[in-house]
């Protein structure tokens, strides 16, 4: 597969595996954290870490949608599909998420709910379109890589006056997090960051500069595969042993400065900011995710349905906040492995294959259990 | 969720739906989100949509970077 | 004297459909039965006509294996669920290492369901157990109303007979011995899904459903120290090898460079955000050896039409924990774990 094959090559891993090791000063402690949940799951599913010199720390950030999705949100969901009786789409990984009462979406479907998988919004909308009897409600989450496609279909849905169709919206903005994770207790401790990929073809590599700016803090963008994960952590060993902190873009293959203007328009077309939403883990934070503008009112499923959120605590021994905001790691959580597994998830980070949690555990755990010699 | 992949272009219907090919596999997806997409451009797809163009210059400049060795010694005792 | 029944006029194969008659065990199923199970599978042992097959002595150390099939939908690339629940079931018993002779097939059947597309399955379950020699010697039909059912489910059970000297098990593998993999992985289970999905391809995937003694019998033969054979159906190669870990206590190192992959399976993954490792297969064996015995065993493998592909994919290790843990492409290691949750709805 052609741009793909060639950035997981084993050969070229060693070549900058090699230069990390002879770069990084093994004097020095470099806690760097890659920010969005397909580089946490390319990292622990090819191993990475085993190719990096112990001074570089990789700390897994909250760059996954399901993860910082609170409990509430899902309740709205459940909430449509079992009590409004509507066909509820959905990507995949939203299925599992334990939310109030027990209830998952999957378990919602066990009882009786018409619950959906779907892996485009195109699908959707095409349910809604075959089955006019029907109301369809696109439960929609993610960040700035899935926001465009949520917007071209509200704008397809208005352009054929679909009556049965409207959305949820969950999207949420990658610099409002990353502004929170400076803020908070572990901000200070972070040397830099490992930039999203996708999020990054959307809104360029310009949002990033205030991070460089603002919180010296470096910052490189890093594409999808594990090469690019690698020299961007090769990129940012170097900038912080000559003291730098700028933007850098590794994906030059698909991120330029200005991003994709025609999708940031059709997202700016549809959505509007919300005064704040909450975020599992990080709190509620202003300004940090979307909702439909008023000339897609009609599509608000939040209005269609009067829907009402209820904030919810996570249960009292998750440890989901301190690991996305990357102040502590999944092995460090009392319930990790034990009462908290990917059969029985008791927060959102053990739920989503991207979550840190999931990824630990489904990948990594065996570093954690030392073997009794026989 | 962050799941996209880089693919050929194989098909343009219109203005707004292709036919990618990654590895002998061919999908359908929108062209909604792109423009000045012809056949034979490689995009980056998500969740059924094209997001960007890839750069193949850029692409082969990347791969290059990844074989330089390094020559800098670090400075630790 | 053989004394022809009169069913009036014969099925209307080609627009007809299962009525709730067809299960009441009156006239309308003796009509069925004969007219379409035993027309396609017509054997001795059918013929009998009894409730169930006598069968002559078996002469050895008895198997005896059992598998549903649910598979949605029911004709798909590379085969249909009617071969599919005669080579599942044949390969069940012939991990045991035994030798698959008979099988049993029960049908629930829907009401409405097309006849002609009963036949064309229960045909292919024909040519399925006629090419390897193990026929269907007794089954039953049940049908259910309309909505209840989904077209077809059907469950065969099939009995074998294992050879003096021959102990296969699941619990026999130990450290030090040498994992091999019989062929590419992922290929039914991506067959399936693809078809579900709208993907099209330049050189189709297909089901490699495959009734699989005859390879386990070219590797009885050969001598080699065999420990443990297991077909990795659903959860695919992943579950089949953390089941044997754990039974065995052991762990077991993978090389990920060396696990077959067709190039189109790889594309269709990463199209729909799938790992390999986690999906179904239906003609593929995994077989644990002594490792002084692995390279003859590889040979023989590689020399059967079913085998073509088989490679050396790792080590048994020593492991109280038993992971299963995998060197990846990048050198890199990591657990390759059992697959979480439901992946793939009615893939077999």
Known sequence: MKYMDEFRDG??????????????DSGHRYNLMEFCGGH???ISRYGLSDLLPSAVRMIHGPGCPVCVLPIGRIDLAIQLALEHKVTLCTYGDCLRVPASGGLSLLKAKARGADVRMVYSTIDALKLAQDHPEKQVVFFAIGFETTTPPTAAILIQAKALGLENFSVICNHVLTPAAMHAILAGQ???RLDGFVGPAHVSTVIGSQPYEPFASDYGKPVVIAGFEPLDVMQAVLMLVRQVNAGRAVVENEFTRAVTREGNKKAQALVNDVFELRDAFEWRG????????LKMRPAFAEFDAELRFDLQYHPVPDHKACECGAILRGEKRPQECRIFGTVCTPENPVGSCMVSSEGACAAHYTYGRFKDMAVVAA | MCLAIPARIEQVNGADNAIVNLGGVRKEISLALVEDVVVGDYVI?????ALQKLDEDEALRTLALFAEVSELENSSS | MKIKTSYGRPLDIKNGCIEMSHGSGGRAMAQLIDELFVAALGNQYLAQGNDGALLPEAGGRLVMATDSHVVSPLFFPGGDIGCLSVHGTINDVAVMGAKPLYLSASFILEEGFPLVDLKRIVESMAKAGSEAGVPVVT????VVEQGKGDGVFITTTGVGVVADGVHLSGDRARPGDRILLSGTIGDHGMAILSQREGLAFDAPIVSDTAALHGLVAAMLDSGADLHVLRDPTRGGLSATLNEIARQSGTGMLLNEAAIPLAPAVAAACEFLGLDPLHVANEGKLVAICAAEDADRLLAVMRSHPLGGNSAHIGEVTED??????????????RIVDWLSGEQLPRIC
């Open chain 1, 11 to 24: 050969e070229l891993a060693k070549i900058v595996a090699a230069n990390i090791a002879r770069e990084a």
């Open chain 1, 40 to 42: 946490t799951h390319a």
């Open chain 1, 186 to 188: 572990g901000g200070e």
């Open chain 1, 282 to 289: 990080l709190g509620t934070i202003p300004l940090s995710a």
């Open chain 2, 45 to 49: 797809v998500h969740v059924g949509y």
């Open chain 3, 139 to 142: 089954g039953d039909t049940k």
């Open chain 3, 320 to 333: 109280p924990r038993s992971f299963v843990q995998m060197v990846t492409a990048l050198g890199g290691r």
